[in-house]
Each structure stands twice: as structure tokens, then as C-alpha cells.
């Protein structure tokens, strides 16, 4: 089975209670639609945990951007609060939007880590890729984070950048893949419409399925060989 969970930032007991629900064996696959990181209180913990299952792929949100582009400088400034004061140009630039975000619990569970255990950290961001694309039981998938900034039915996802992935709404009024499902996180799908609070949204074959999981709603997943939707 092909799993895909939504934005869990930092949702440890939910995060849990999902792959409990899900049970995935060795030749299942789970798929998180990034931003693991903030709000919550166990980004990091969790982000650790990812590390050492083989079975879990992780895609690049916005939250894991930011920190692979920061955490080592930071680390180099010794604290969140040096590192806005000594950082300079696009980094600075890139840490106070982290910063107005709410990076400071993530920011400093990193650097109580031992030195080897960052090192491992910021190996595994670098690990975290911007889409995938996957066919199951006759059906197409594309998994990102948000929406695709400046798409065009006729260019190839490779010819994006990681940033076109993860910064930018999906339009849910639009069908982007006439062969295949687009499948997100990013948006709390209660701001597509009221009725979807607390549900995904699965409309003109589009998938959105952060369910506001930090911020009083669910954490939800979805199985693409059978479209079943499961919540925490």
C-alpha cells in the first residue's frame, strides 16, 4: 500500500496514533507532504524518528526549507537571537520570514542536539525532495508540498524550481493534470470552504489534505491504491 500523510508540524501524538492506524509493513510506502516541522511541540522528535524509517519518504514543505537553508548557520551564530543580529543578505532575509513563522522551538531543539546528531539532521533535509510522482492500481499521483507556482500543463516538473513546490496556494478551482490526481498539504483545507473543515478536500482531481492537524483540526492520510481517507 502507497500512504500519504499531511502536515503534521509537530503533532507527535497524532503523528503516532496515524501510523499505528496505517500499520505500514516493509514493502509499504508513506509519503509526508512535508512542513513536519513548528507550530507543534515535537517537530524535531518526529523529523528524528522519520530518519531511521526506511519506508518513510519525505517531500519538501516550507518549514523544512527553511531550516535546511538555516539551521547550520545558526548552529555557527550559537542562537536563534545572534543568528537574526549576525546574519546578512538573502539569509537574513530567508530567517526573519522563518522567525515570524514560529522556528524558535525547532530552532532550539537543534541545537541542543550533540554535534553528530545535527550533522545527521541536516543530511536528512537534504534528503526531503520537492514532488514525486507515482502510479498505483491505474492511477496517477503527483505529491507536493503546496501548490505549483507558475504551471503550465506543457512543462515538465523537473523544469521547476524546489521553490515552485512549496511557497504558493493551489488553486482548487482549477484541474491541473488531466491524467492524474494532484495530491497537497499546505493549506488548511477549512480555508477552501467551511464544509471541509476537518476533511480532505478531493475535488477536479485535486487531493488536499492538511486538515489543520496544530491548529485544532485532524491529521489525515490517504491510501492511493483504494482512495480511503483516514483521520487522527
Known amino acids: ?5 499531511g502536515d503534521i508540524h509537530g503533532c507527535k501524538e497524532k503523528y503516532s496514533e496515524m501510523l499505528r492506524k496505517l500499520s505500514p509493513g516493509e514493502h509499504d510506502a508513506v509519503f509526508v507532504l512535508g512542513d513536519v516541522l513548528d507550530v507543534g511541540e515535537d517537530g ?3 523529523l528524528r524518528e522519520m530518519m531511521y524509517c526506511a519506508n518513510i519518504y519525505p517531500i519538501l514543505g516550507e518549514r523544512e526549507y527553511y531550516a535546511r537553508k538555516l539551521l547550520g ?3 555557527d551564530c ?3 537571537e545572534k543568528a537574526l543580529e549576525e546574519l546578512d543578505g538573502d539569509k537574513k532575509e530567508l530567517l526573519t520570514k522563518w ?3 514560529g522556528c524558535e522551538k525547532t530552532v532550539n531543539d537543534f541545537l541542543s542536539l550533540s ?6 539532521v541536516l543530511d536528512y533535509l537534504e534528503e526531503f525532495v520537492p514532488y514525486e510522482e507515482i502510479s498505483c492500481k491505474g492511477k496517477s499521483f503527483v505529491l507536493c508540498h503546496a501548490g505549483i507556482r507558475g504551471f503550465d500543463g506543457e512543462k515538465a516538473l523537473d523544469g521547476y524550481s524546489p521553490e515552485d513546490f512549496i511557497f504558493e496556494k493551489a488553486d482548487y478551482d482549477r484541474i491541473y493534470f488531466k491524467d492524474a490526481y494532484l495530491v497537497t498539504g499546505h493549506t488548511p483545507t477549512v480555508t477552501i470552504g467551511k464544509e471541509f473543515a476537518g476533511k480532505v478536500y478531493a475535488k477536479k482531481r485535486h487531493l488536499a489534505i492538511d486538515c489543520a492537524a496544530a491548529f485544532g483540526g485532524r491529521l489525515a492520510a490517504v491510501c492511493l491504491d483504494t482512495l480511503k481517507v483516514y483521520y487522527c
Open 1 to 5: 500500500m502507497i500512504y500519504v500523510i
Open 44 to 46: 524535531m522528535e518526529i
Open 73 to 75: 548557520d545558526i548552529a
Open 78 to 80: 550559537g542562537s536563534l
Open 99 to 101: 522567525n515570524e513563522l
Open 115 to 120: 554535534e553528530e546528531d545535527r550533522e545527521s
